[in-house]
């Protein structure tokens, strides 16, 4: 059976292999799975998932992807050469750090938190970056999203994790934040397309 939909609920929930298609151009065919955990370009990997994947600006230098908030190592199969690439983090794989205990592994930061929406069992924690993720391929995507540009402050851009809801996190507070970087995945700036797929 063939089923179109705009909800992209519908299409994950319903669908046993789903196209995900941007102005009659199909972007990637998949299980909903792989379309969420690995995304072929920014399109994809910004229209799965609810929360958004956050978009960050990153570099390739010295073995390490350098975020605005830290260092993350570089993930297999990339070439260690300079280059400006864009960061994709889904809210998810941020956790606070205290819940997480000291022997997780991952990149620990701490952010001030400008806006806690609790949903019972989970909270959503924004926090600002001075980062200023561009990329034609971003526009794009917050064009199709019905947004003027991706949320932003002044030289400040908004990044959204999902944390546990016994999770201390407090408007106006700092929290040590701890990010998962095995699920990070990297953009071309240009193209849109996928380092990590």
Excluded: C, W
Excluded at 21 to 34: L, S, T
Excluded at 37 to 65: H, Q, Y
Aim: charged letters at 25%; zero cysteines; a negative charge.
């Amino acid at each position: 059976m063939l089923y179109v939909t705009h909800d992209q609920t519908e299409a994950m929930t319903l669908g046993d292999r789903v196209a995900v298609m941007r102005g009659g151009v199909i972007q990637q065919v998949d299980n909903p799975k792989m379309l969420y955990s690995d995304p072929k370009n920014i399109f994809v990997a910004g229209f799965i998932g609810s929360p958004a994947m956050n978009f960050l600006p990153a570099k390739l230098e010295d073995g390490v992807v350098k975020l605005p908030f830290g260092e993350a190592p570089l993930p297999a199969g990339l070439r260690d050469a300079p280059r400006d690439v864009i960061a994709g983090i889904r809210p998810e794989h941020f956790d606070d750090a205290r819940l997480a205990g000291a022997e997780a592994a991952g990149l620990r930061f701490r952010a001030k938190i400008e806006v806690v929406e609790s949903l019972g069992a989970e909270e959503y924690v924004f926090f600002d970056v001075k980062a200023h993720a561009e990329s034609e391929s971003l526009r794009e995507l917050a064009e199709d999203a019905g947004l003027d540009d991706i949320p932003r402050h002044g030289d400040r851009q908004e990044v959204v994790a999902r944390v546990d809801a016994t999770s201390q996190a407090r408007t106006g507070a700092e929290l040590e934040l701890l990010l998962d970087t095995s699920h990070l995945k990297l953009f071309d700036p240009s193209s849109g397309a996928s380092l990590t797929h």
